[in-house]
């Protein structure tokens, strides 16, 4: 599986992004899909997650501010993001894992896209 992201833009704060995945061999909803983020030196973090049966989970962080969503015409899994704030700064990166994944853990995605840059002004 190959997952490349795009969408990553410098904004200024409480702007909106619309991030992309685009997942090869994405069939049949084979693979939960999250996308995590990672600010200069400091560790990963889960962002959003949403499974095979379509369901979702947030980090407490972006709740009511983020939506993930899948095309499944497109292969591709989005991360809408509203009201972005400085701290929402950092790089994204999807990932997937085979089968039904309903948590934010990294060992949990075997998947890893490249990343794309969210830079949130003040």
């Known amino acids: 599986v190959q997952l490349v992201e795009s969408g990553g833009d410098s904004v200024e704060s409480g702007g909106s992004l619309r991030l992309s995945c685009a997942v090869s061999?994405?069939?049949?909803?084979?693979?939960?899909i999250s996308w995590f983020r990672q600010a200069p030196e400091q560790g990963r973090e889960g962002v959003a997650n949403?499974?095979?049966?379509?369901?979702?989970r947030y980090a407490d962080s972006v709740k009511g501010r983020f939506t993930i969503s899948r095309d499944n015409t497109k292969n591709t899994l989005y991360l809408q993001m509203n009201s972005l704030k400085p701290e929402d700064t950092a790089m994204y990166f999807c990932?997937?894992?085979?089968?039904?994944?309903?948590?934010?853990?990294?060992?949990?995605?075997?998947?890893w896209g490249q990343g794309t840059q969210v830079t949130v002004s003040s």
């Open positions: 990932a997937a894992g085979r089968g039904k994944i309903y948590n934010l853990r990294e060992k949990y995605y075997n998947y």
């Open positions: 061999e994405y069939s049949d909803r084979a693979y939960s």
């Open positions: 949403i499974a095979t049966d379509d369901t979702t």
